[in-house]
């Protein structure tokens, strides 16, 4: 982990040349997740010829080696560059809610750099607390922690979201929860049509919404170009939810995600095994 975070160090440059070196092994040496990420890519994609799927293939791997070493840099960089690199679209909409004091909920999805997000809003005015899955490994757990809290994001583990929403619901801030993992559980999940597939949604994010009377919003985030970001918020929906029906706002984001997803394809982390589950 030394060497890894002595690494952040090097300029953005030189890490891009590694990154380089990285992408040239997993697409052609290791062949990491191949099969799986060409499979999700002919399932989604039917309408693309080979050499269509082939071209978003090559281009994920490529973003993927990035996100490694951009995610390296995150400490080092300063807040001019953060802001420079990570473009914020509507963030009226979320200076709205903090002005009033009012916490809300952020849904998200691993696609583009999703990394740098919250510092690229802590650095704008924006508290964030970003909710995380603990890795398995201690050591690799607790350096990834020191990357993600960066520039003052207050990390929350999955299992104390509830706990530290109740014990700082009077902050104004943002909650961000990554929402297109696959559920543990999938015979209590959402299930919906998700890029021609049947699609398990994990029930929590939904659940949380309507426990805390939070409004809800969007994170679509996109690649402009190596090393430069865009994240546009886009409102999903205001309290009170009673007069909704189960699992609609879950769809909602589904159907935001979905378009994303179709607009960058290669932003999307398709070596995730996103449809292990199928319906009962």
Known sequence: MRFLSWMGYLPLSVLYLLSDFVYFLLYYVVGYRKK?????????????????????????YQHLADIFVETLKLPHLSISQIQQRVEVQNIEL?????????????FGAHTANWEWIPASLTTR????????????????????????????????????????????????????????????????AHWFSFLHQDTAFFPGTEKIARATEMPIVFAD???????????????????????LSEGSITEMYKNKLEESIRQHPSDWLWSHNRWKHRRS
């Open 36 to 60: 799986l990420v060409f499979k999700h890519l002919q399932l989604a994609f039917p309408e693309k010829s080979p050499q269509e799927t082939k071209q978003i293939a090559r281009k994920f």
């Open 94 to 106: 979320l200076q709205g809610f903090i002005a009033n004091n009012q916490p809300f909920l952020s």
């Open 125 to 188: 005015g924006i508290p964030v607390d970003a909710v995380y899955k603990t890795l398995t490994n201690e050591k690799s757990d607790k350096f990834m922690q020191s990357l993600r809290a960066s520039f003052g994001v207050h990390l929350i583990p999955m299992p104390r979201l509830m706990r530290e929403i109740v014990t700082r619901k009077h902050l104004p801030r943002l909650i961000g929860l990554v929402a297109d993992q696959s559920p543990h559980s999938p015979e209590h």
């Open 221 to 243: 985030i996109y690649r402009k170009r190596r090393g430069y970001y865009t994240v546009s918020f886009q409102l999903i929906g205001l309290p009170p939810y009673q007069s």
